[in-house]
């Protein structure tokens, strides 16, 4: 891939792995040190690739790769080893985690003191990534909040006056559909821009989860050379994430016909059909439960969501800002605790065995859409009741 072709992460990767193949090569400079700063741990896998290829034999692996940790060891120990050569390799790989240490409080004087007397000499058999993950980097570096801008600002000054930086800013949806066609395409697949983009919509970006999804689809379609948008609804979870909130905002907006039409949809494209009632009913109840405590925090922006969504109970990024506008649409508490008993009813009747799974949903769905008809006052129940 070409830097100028691709958005700031991708481009920083690709000079940083030039620049270690030419080193590993003898063809070009390695600096003593790098620093990897941000958390996009897909970009920071690449980089660590890199330099393992280059630079790590696998048969001395185990003497020539260290992986330290800022908690647990200190500065000047991992700098002692650095100036210590091997009697085993004649290269030394050391990856330091937690970067953060060295600027949580204190003014970490005698640390940068000893970090800038090695760089003045530093072991030329020697090469020392820091891991600088506390950092988020976006896409644009102008929405950079200002926490992370003031911590990138410290850490150019002191780090970055020996050593690379390597900005592993968060992949924007057009590099990832990028990358998605491109690497589907080195694989001898076309892939339809319709379904990258789904894939990419689905799965907000997440570029672990994108490669992970696009190896599935590769071997799903093995033989064929084609990834369609079928391919993608078919297999990635995220996509069958899409449909159902696609399926809850028709029912919070009261859009029978809608809701009936993509409940259809969602069955016809699930591998297990019919069989897959009880999942669909488990992800309805969950949306439905995520959004009752969306309404009792009074939750209103994406920001907000993750305190008021516990770990595990989160919706995937994609969601957050439809799920709460789905919440916003119910006027009380008991229009949700309603739509829970009615799913809980039909989780029943379906464990039940009945005769038409699908009918059960489809009735399910059809009672949700619907509006919900005010309790007559129990003074009138009493006295019809007493007639």
């Known amino acids: 891939m070409t830097a100028g072709r691709w958005g700031a992460g991708f481009s920083a990767v690709s000079r940083f792995v030039g620049e270690i193949e030419a080193a590993a090569a003898g063809t070009g400079p390695l600096q003593p040190g790098y620093v990897l700063a941000g958390d996009e741990v897909f970009l920071l896998d690449r980089c660590r690739a890199a330099v393992l290829k280059g630079f790590v034999p696998p048969d001395l692996k185990d003497f020539c790769l260290s992986d330290m940790d800022l908690n647990g060891t200190s500065i000047f120990e991992i700098l002692d080893r650095a100036q210590t050569p091997s009697l085993m390799s004649p290269f030394q790989v050391i990856f330091i985690r937690n970067v953060r240490q060295l600027y949580t409080r204190g003014a970490k004087k005698e640390e940068f003191a000893a970090l800038d007397r090695y760089f003045r000499s530093p072991n030329p058999q020697a090469l020392l ?47 990832a559909m990028r990358w998605t066609l491109a690497t589907a395409q080195e694989a001898g697949a076309r892939m339809e821009p319709d379904a990258a983009r789904e894939l990419v919509d689905a799965l907000g970006a997440d570029m672990m989860m994108i490669a992970s999804e696009v190896e599935k689809l590769l071997l799903y379609t093995l033989g064929r050379g084609k990834i369609s948008l079928g391919d993608v ?33 969602l069955l016809n494209s699930s591998d297990a059909g019919e069989d897959a009632a009880i999942g669909h009913l488990y992800m309805l109840a969950r949306t439905f439960r995520q959004m009752l405590v969306i309404l009792e925090k009074n939750v209103r922006d994406s920001r907000a969501i993750w305190q008021a969504l516990w770990q595990g109970f989160r919706m995937p990024p994609f969601a957050a800002d439809d799920l709460i506008r789905q919440a916003r649409r119910y006027k009380s508490r ?3 605790t309603r739509a829970l008993r009615l799913v809980a009813r039909a989780d029943l009747e379906l464990r039940s065995s009945p005769p038409d799974k699908r009918i059960v949903l489809e009735r399910l769905v059809y009672e949700l859409a619907s509006e919900v008809r005010p309790q007559a006052p129990l003074f009138s129940a009493q006295l019809s009741f007493e007639v």
């Open 129 to 175: 990534i820091f891991v600088a993950d506390f950092l988020r980097i976006p896409s644009d570096n102008r929405r950079m909040e200002m926490d992370d801008k003031n911590r990138f600002e410290r850490l150019r000054e002191t780090l970055g006056e020996h050593c690379g930086v390597v900005e592993l800013a968060r992949v924007n949806e057009e590099d």
């Open 233 to 265: 609804e078919t297999m990635v979870v995220g996509a069958k994430q899409r449909s159902l909130y696609e399926l809850t905002d028709a029912i919070s907006a009261r859009d029978r016909t809608r809701a009936l039409f993509l409940l259809q949809g």
């Open 334 to 336: 008991r229009e949700l």
